[in-house]
Structure formats: structure tokens, C-alpha cells
């Protein structure tokens, strides 16, 4: 009888260990450091088998519901496009990041309601001191560059990533589930909102989403500020219910406007003169992408069954390249839609549109038919925040390439479980 909590203990401690050291594995991958990928995964695979070994034991109690099912049609079917892949090397390596969604779902669904209770609390933990660590590599990567005069077109961190973009998106999938902490913990305190009286876990998070803007705004990403734009209306449909929200974000506001102000200050606000249709229109960045999608295309048409091969587009894009474009290294389309298209056609791109269709109807289950779910308040305001994380970088992969990065894909999949 003694011996069973010390097991429990160590359960929970690989448990919590092995998703975390995997996904700090994957930060500086970027699709070349293949032993970093390698680690990765080892480590991905070593937390399921953690997970299943007694669970198959016990009869290996399948969940309920859509999701588990879906992202195990979703993994078999990124396995199955190696046997046709035209690249099946280049496609084995990209099995595994963007299978890491699919993956990293079903190794936190599987887990006992137990194993989950006590891993939670400690996986937080690591992002939250991995989004400080995340937010010091962006920022001092800025000021870096702020010190050597480089141009603001070029002050532009990309922390340990090979994109600013990804990164900004990297920032955004952790800023909700860090609001949806404050805004609950502090609307549980026993005293009024203007108190003088500090909780330091509020305060703690209040600084933690301040670093977190401060990288994400210094990124210049027009992508990743349009994605949290469009994110945080829900953000304030959902966040409800307690009194003095208003207050509180206001709060939050206020840290995300000082943060733009500061960040933007040595570039001259530029990023609102980016924003305007005519820039956008006439951007060579823009107008590239634009005619890369349209090369993307035609890769679809000339596979249209089932595509390329996974993570076989710059293989192939050179040879549909369109003479006015010349921004891009052709390595991504910016666009994970219709490159999911191009590399695995019709069905590879269906399972990403029921992807993002599943995070649409659980932010309609959670906002607007909370008391269906059966939860409690404070779970609800967790699992909101990380959907709309979630939310946030599935609609900014419309402009770049998300779940083509490693640490992306690995919190993707873990977050919406």
C-alpha cells in the first residue's frame, strides 16, 4: 500500500517529462537538424507507450467521441501517403511533424482522467516557464539587431524558429491559454478588482503574457496580428459570465497596447501602413504569394489523385515556378491549405478543413453551450483558451506555413486534447 503512491509519482513525472522534453526537442529543428527530430520523436513515442502500457492491460478503454477516431484515420493516412510518396524520404521526416497533431492528441487522450489531473498541473508549469525562455530568444534577437542599425524591414526576430511568421503564430497559440488563466484566477478572488491586495499568481501571469505580446508584436507579422485580431472577439464572447471582466481586460489591453507601442516604437508604426489594402496589393511579398499559390495549383492539377508526397513541395515547386516570382525561396507555400492540396491532395487537405471545422464547433460547444459539456467553469475557461490558441494559428496557416513546424504541431495536437 505504501509503495503505490511513490509509482504514481514516477507515472506522473515521465508523464509530464517526456511530452515536455519533446517539445522542447523540436524547437530548433526547423526541417534540417534531423537528430533533433529523431529525439523528438523518440520521445513522443516513449510517452504513448508510458501512456498505453497499462492501459492495454486493463482492456485499453477507447474514448469516446469523434476525435480520437478522426485523429487516428489522420495519422494511418500520413503513413499510408509514404507508399506513394514521389519523395518518400523528404515525406518520412514530414510524417512525423505533421503527424505530431494527430500524435500528440491521442497520447494525452489516451491517458486515464487520473494520469491527466496530475500531469496537467506540471505540463502547464513547463510552458509557462518555456513561453519566458521562447519570448527572452525573440527579444533578445531584436535588440540584437536594433543595436547593429539593421532597417526595420529587417528587424524582424524569428526566436528559434527560420520564420518570424512562425514564430509570431508560436506566441499567439500560447498569449489565450495565459489570458484564460488570469482572467479566471483573478475573477475568483475574494476581494474587489481594484484592490490593493496582489495575487501572485495573477501577477505572474500578467508578466508572462507581457513578454509573450512583446516577442509576438516585435516579429512585424502581419499574418500572426490579423490571426490574434480575429481570435480575440471570441476570446471576449467566451471569457464571460464573472463580474468585472470589462476590468480585467482592460487590463490585458492595456499590457497588449504598451507592448505595440514599445515594440514598434524604433520602426516607425509600420505595421499599420502594411496593413493597408493598397500596401498589401503592391507588397512583392504579398504579390508573391499570391503567385506562388497559383504554382501550388497547378502542382495540384498535375497530381490530382494524391499529390506529391508530403513535405515534397520544394522539390517540385522549382519546375512551376512563375517568372514574377521572386520573393520567396520556395521552400513553403504560405499557405498550409493548399499545400496540404499539393502534397496529398483531396483527402490530405479535407482532414485539415475537418481539423479546422472540429475547432469551430468546439469553440461553438464551449461558448454558447457551455452547461452541455458537463464541466466545470474552471475547465471550460482552460479548455477555451486552448482552442482559440489553436483557433489562432489554424487561420494564420492560411498565410504561412504553421504545421510545418515541429513545435507547432506537437502543442497544436496537445492543446485541443
Given at each position: 500500500m505504501k509503495t503505490k503512491p511513490k509509482i504514481s509519482a514516477a507515472r506522473a513525472l515521465w508523464l509530464?517529462?517526456?511530452?515536455?522534453l519533446s517539445y522542447i526537442s523540436s524547437w530548433y529543428y526547423n526541417g534540417q537538424a534531423i537528430p533533433l527530430l529523431a529525439l523528438s520523436s523518440v520521445l513522443m513515442l516513449a510517452w504513448g507507450a508510458t501512456v498505453l502500457w497499462p492501459r492495454l492491460r486493463a482492456g485499453l478503454p477507447w474514448p469516446k467521441g469523434f476525435l480520437p477516431v478522426f485523429m487516428l484515420l489522420w495519422l494511418f493516412w500520413y503513413w499510408l501517403t509514404l507508399f506513394w510518396s514521389h519523395v518518400p524520404y523528404s515525406s518520412w521526416f514530414?510524417?512525423?511533424?505533421?503527424?505530431?497533431?494527430?500524435?500528440?492528441?491521442l497520447g494525452w487522450t489516451l491517458m486515464s482522467d487520473m494520469d491527466r489531473q496530475r500531469v496537467w498541473p506540471w505540463f502547464w508549469g513547463g510552458m509557462v516557464v518555456g513561453a519566458w525562455v521562447l519570448a527572452a530568444i525573440g527579444l533578445g534577437q531584436y535588440y540584437q539587431l536594433l543595436g547593429e542599425g539593421t532597417g526595420w524591414q529587417g528587424l524582424r526576430p524569428q526566436g528559434p524558429l527560420l520564420d518570424c511568421n512562425s514564430y509570431s503564430a508560436w506566441m499567439n497559440l500560447l498569449f489565450f491559454p495565459l489570458v484564460a488563466r488570469v482572467l479566471y484566477l483573478d475573477s475568483q478572488r475574494g476581494v474587489r478588482f481594484v484592490d490593493r491586495q496582489i495575487d501572485r499568481r495573477v501577477l505572474g501571469y500578467l508578466l508572462t503574457i507581457a513578454v509573450v505580446v512583446l516577442a509576438d508584436f516585435s516579429?512585424?507579422?502581419r499574418g500572426g496580428l490579423l490571426a490574434w485580431l480575429c481570435t480575440v472577439p471570441f476570446a471576449i464572447w467566451g471569457f464571460r459570465g464573472f463580474p468585472g471582466m470589462g476590468k480585467r481586460w482592460a487590463v490585458v489591453f492595456g499590457l497588449v497596447l504598451l507592448a505595440f507601442l514599445i515594440i514598434?516604437?524604433?520602426k516607425g508604426y509600420d505595421i499599420l501602413g502594411q496593413l493597408n489594402p493598397h500596401y498589401i496589393s503592391s507588397n512583392i511579398a504579398t504579390v508573391s504569394r499570391s503567385l506562388m499559390w497559383i504554382a501550388t495549383w497547378?502542382?495540384?492539377?498535375?497530381?490530382?489523385y494524391l499529390g506529391t508526397g508530403l513535405g515534397s513541395y520544394f522539390l517540385f515547386y522549382p519546375a512551376y515556378r512563375l517568372p514574377g516570382e521572386l520573393a520567396s525561396a520556395g521552400t513553403y507555400a504560405?499557405?498550409?491549405?493548399?499545400?496540404?492540396?499539393?502534397?496529398?491532395?483531396?483527402?490530405n487537405l479535407g482532414?485539415?478543413?475537418?481539423?479546422?471545422?472540429t475547432l469551430f464547433y468546439a469553440l461553438y460547444r464551449l461558448i454558447v453551450r457551455p452547461a452541455r459539456l458537463g464541466i466545470?467553469?474552471?475547465?471550460?475557461y482552460w479548455a477555451l483558451g486552448l482552442v482559440l490558441g489553436v483557433f489562432a494559428i489554424t487561420g494564420h496557416a492560411l498565410g504561412n506555413f504553421i504545421f510545418y513546424n515541429l513545435p507547432l504541431s506537437i502543442l497544436a495536437g496537445i492543446f485541443l486534447a
Amino acid at each position: 500500500m505504501k509503495t503505490k503512491p511513490k509509482i504514481s509519482a514516477a507515472r506522473a513525472l515521465w508523464l509530464s517529462l517526456l511530452p515536455l522534453l519533446s517539445y522542447i526537442s523540436s524547437w530548433y529543428y526547423n526541417g534540417q537538424a534531423i537528430p533533433l527530430l529523431a529525439l523528438s520523436s523518440v520521445l513522443m513515442l516513449a510517452w504513448g507507450a508510458t501512456v498505453l502500457w497499462p492501459r492495454l492491460r486493463a482492456g485499453l478503454p477507447w474514448p469516446k467521441g469523434f476525435l480520437p477516431v478522426f485523429m487516428l484515420l489522420w495519422l494511418f493516412w500520413y503513413w499510408l501517403t509514404l507508399f506513394w510518396s514521389h519523395v518518400p524520404y523528404s515525406s518520412w521526416f514530414y510524417f512525423w511533424t505533421l503527424g505530431s497533431v494527430p500524435l500528440g492528441f491521442l497520447g494525452w487522450t489516451l491517458m486515464s482522467d487520473m494520469d491527466r489531473q496530475r500531469v496537467w498541473p506540471w505540463f502547464w508549469g513547463g510552458m509557462v516557464v518555456g513561453a519566458w525562455v521562447l519570448a527572452a530568444i525573440g527579444l533578445g534577437q531584436y535588440y540584437q539587431l536594433l543595436g547593429e542599425g539593421t532597417g526595420w524591414q529587417g528587424l524582424r526576430p524569428q526566436g528559434p524558429l527560420l520564420d518570424c511568421n512562425s514564430y509570431s503564430a508560436w506566441m499567439n497559440l500560447l498569449f489565450f491559454p495565459l489570458v484564460a488563466r488570469v482572467l479566471y484566477l483573478d475573477s475568483q478572488r475574494g476581494v474587489r478588482f481594484v484592490d490593493r491586495q496582489i495575487d501572485r499568481r495573477v501577477l505572474g501571469y500578467l508578466l508572462t503574457i507581457a513578454v509573450v505580446v512583446l516577442a509576438d508584436f516585435s516579429t512585424g507579422s502581419r499574418g500572426g496580428l490579423l490571426a490574434w485580431l480575429c481570435t480575440v472577439p471570441f476570446a471576449i464572447w467566451g471569457f464571460r459570465g464573472f463580474p468585472g471582466m470589462g476590468k480585467r481586460w482592460a487590463v490585458v489591453f492595456g499590457l497588449v497596447l504598451l507592448a505595440f507601442l514599445i515594440i514598434n516604437y524604433p520602426k516607425g508604426y509600420d505595421i499599420l501602413g502594411q496593413l493597408n489594402p493598397h500596401y498589401i496589393s503592391s507588397n512583392i511579398a504579398t504579390v508573391s504569394r499570391s503567385l506562388m499559390w497559383i504554382a501550388t495549383w497547378h502542382i495540384f492539377l498535375s497530381h490530382p489523385y494524391l499529390g506529391t508526397g508530403l513535405g515534397s513541395y520544394f522539390l517540385f515547386y522549382p519546375a512551376y515556378r512563375l517568372p514574377g516570382e521572386l520573393a520567396s525561396a520556395g521552400t513553403y507555400a504560405h499557405n498550409d491549405y493548399i499545400e496540404f492540396l499539393a502534397e496529398g491532395g483531396l483527402i490530405n487537405l479535407g482532414f485539415l478543413l475537418a481539423f479546422a471545422g472540429t475547432l469551430f464547433y468546439a469553440l461553438y460547444r464551449l461558448i454558447v453551450r457551455p452547461a452541455r459539456l458537463g464541466i466545470s467553469e474552471e475547465n471550460r475557461y482552460w479548455a477555451l483558451g486552448l482552442v482559440l490558441g489553436v483557433f489562432a494559428i489554424t487561420g494564420h496557416a492560411l498565410g504561412n506555413f504553421i504545421f510545418y513546424n515541429l513545435p507547432l504541431s506537437i502543442l497544436a495536437g496537445i492543446f485541443l486534447a
